[in-house]
């Protein structure tokens, strides 16, 4: 059986990629850049070399690019064969609204929401009608709050956790086999911070972690995985504080982000 995995180059889908492996799965790798996914698959293949790797880069941004990933995985691994799907690519564009790059942040909506939407649509209808198959959504713990300079991303993830939930529920009232889950990690070490302009202090979990707690949370069929206590706590008192005072308190946390 096949797992595929988005934004598989880096960070935390490339070691969810890598816990796959040693699961058992068959792996689809999917990302912008070829290069870092030909280095990932070499590195799991010498390891497992007994392991299908295939490697399908794309921009995921683009609707269209989404579809043909779809029909391309179908056409080279089968249908019925795509056992684990991972929604994990993802982009963050920090700064206060009013000065934010617009086109960044329609390029966020395409890649963060869009993108989830139309292949969680795509792959679980196959699922669904193969009678089997897991659904990982790469949501964030910012997807419980509201986040101030940090507005759109925190939007986006508040769309894939609402969104998983719902299709989790639907389908547990269906009786249906097939399992949704969404991982949401608090800070993780990763290149996501710099690259979205983030300054982080603090210790931060390893994307080691969050990939093995994420994927058997949603082999386990859990539909909020958070990585770690402290997260779990986090996410507790941000509901205990309520919407305003919740937002208040992230607009400080948030604000240090830029040093100021």
Known sequence: MYALVTGASAG????????????????????????????LRNQILKRFPEKKVLVIPADLSVREECRRLYREVREKA???????????????VYGYFLET?????????????????????????????N????????????????GPTFSSYYASKNYVVRLT??????????????????????????????????????????????????VEGALRGKMIVIPGRKMNAVVAISRLLGEHLSTRV???????KMGK
């Open 78 to 92: 089968g249908r019925e064969n795509i056992d684990f799907v991972v929604n994990n690519a993802g982009m963050g």
């Open 131 to 146: 009678g089997h198959g897991v659904l990982l959504n790469v949501g964030s713990c910012a997807g419980f709050m509201a």
């Open 12 to 39: 935390i889908g490339r070691e969810i990629a890598k816990y796959l492996a040693i699961k058992g799965y068959d792996l689809i790798l999917t990302a912008r850049s070829e290069d870092k996914l030909q280095e």
């Open 250 to 256: 992230n607009y400080t946390l948030q604000v240090k």
């Open 165 to 214: 939930e719902a299709i989790h529920e639907e389908l547990r009232r269906l009786h249906s086999s097939v399992r949704v889950s969404c991982l949401c990690p608090g800070p993780t070490a990763t290149d996501f911070n710099p690259n979205s302009g983030v300054k982080v202090s603090g210790k931060q979990i390893s994307a080691r972690q969050v990939a093995r707690e994420g």
């Open 101 to 129: 790059d617009l086109e960044k942040e329609l390029q966020l909506i395409d890649l963060n929401v869009t993108s989830v939407h139309l292949l969680s649509k795509l792959f679980l209808r196959d699922m669904v009608r």
